[in-house]
């Protein structure tokens, strides 16, 4: 068996910024999350503000360029979640409609990965109301 050669995580991530990767990632995203029936309930009919601030937050949670902060001030995520009822089942949602959008990205495994693995551990700590 042939080992996989050793990605560098540092190196894949510049790439996917400077490929304007969230962008895309973000699209996808909501894309499937305006049609999760257990998450429409939570989100606006228009798409448009909360498309380009995850895009803004996730660029600058990822070690990119500080546009959240720039554009809408300093990240207060848990307050800004805690305005919405976030069950454990609608977090499951969440991250569903994450790796799903994350599988048809044309991006090596590993980056896939630690993206997916990062957002769950935030996706549980925004979790308010029970079922």
Not at 11 to 16: G, N, T, Y
Not at 51 to 73: D, I, V
Not at 101 to 118: G, Q, S, V, W
Request: hydrophobic share 40%.
């Amino acid at each position: 068996m042939i080992p996989e050669p050793t990605v560098n995580l540092t190196s894949e991530l510049q790439a996917f910024l400077q490929a304007d990767g969230f962008r895309t990632l973000v699209d996808l995203f909501y894309d499937r999350v305006s049609q999760h029936p257990d998450l429409i309930p939570i989100f606006p009919e228009d798409f448009t503000e909360v498309r380009e601030k995850q895009y803004c937050f996730l660029t600058q949670f990822f070690g990119g360029e500080p546009l959240y902060s720039q554009t809408y001030g300093p990240p207060s995520m848990m307050r800004i979640h805690s305005e919405h009822p976030i069950t454990p089942r609608r977090a499951k949602a969440w991250l569903w409609c994450m790796k799903d959008t994350l599988e048809h990205l044309d991006i090596h495994e590993a980056l896939r990965k630690f993206f997916y693995d990062r957002l769950a551990m935030v996706a549980q700590n925004f979790i308010n109301t029970s079922e």
